[in-house]
């Protein structure tokens, strides 16, 4: 079963991830690049405030109720960088992707992202480990997944049988 702790982890891990993924599309050819660094920043711009909104949700007020030492200022600076990321993200939307502005934007968001999670995984994470048994850390995972779930419902996908041969034939 899966620990709340593991699943921050594994979206700051994908967070990390997906900024590379931006350092690489710079190097992609002109033709292409402001297309693919437009679908990687919303992507990205989205994972950002789904994690943030759900660890301000799920994550922090449980935090809080385990009256860990520094568990409010953990949570007080969590907020203070969830909204530093947040305003670099609406920065970064008022220029046009690839611009010096746009990068510098994205740059802004990319520092405060990794400041935050840095520190998280330094303090937050481990208090929360030391202040709750596995058993709570695991209904907690629970309803970690179960809020994602709720607000980052699948679009546009057919979720009918397929018949393998007509699938081959098409994708080949």
């Known amino acids: 079963m899966l620990d709340v702790t593991e699943l921050v ?7 990390r991830l ?3 993924g931006l350092d690489d599309a710079e190097d992609m050819d002109d033709a292409v690049r402001k297309g693919a660094l437009t679908v990687l920043w919303k992507d990205l711009a989205t994972l950002l405030e789904v994690h943030a909104q759900c660890e301000e949700e799920v994550f922090y007020p ?8 520094d568990g409010e200022d953990e949570a007080e600076d969590a907020i203070d960088d969830h909204n530093k990321i947040r305003e670099a993200v ?6 046009e992707v690839d611009s010096d502005g746009w990068w510098a934007a994205v740059g802004e968001a990319r520092t405060e992202n990794s400041k935050h999670i840095a520190e ?5 994470l481990p208090d929360f480990r030391h ?11 629970v309803a970690w997944t179960k809020w994602r779930s709720e607000h980052q419902l699948p679009r546009g996908i057919d979720d009918e049988d397929k018949d393998a041969a007509k699938y081959i034939e098409a994708n080949s």
């Open 62 to 69: 449980q935090l809080l109720k385990k009256q860990t030492a």
């Open 120 to 124: 998280e995984e330094r303090e937050a």
């Open 90 to 95: 609406r920065k970064a939307n008022r220029h």
């Open 131 to 141: 202040a709750s048994t596995l058993e709570q850390r695991q209904q907690l995972a």
């Open 9 to 15: 982890l594994e979206d700051h891990h994908t967070l």
């Open 18 to 20: 997906r900024f590379a």
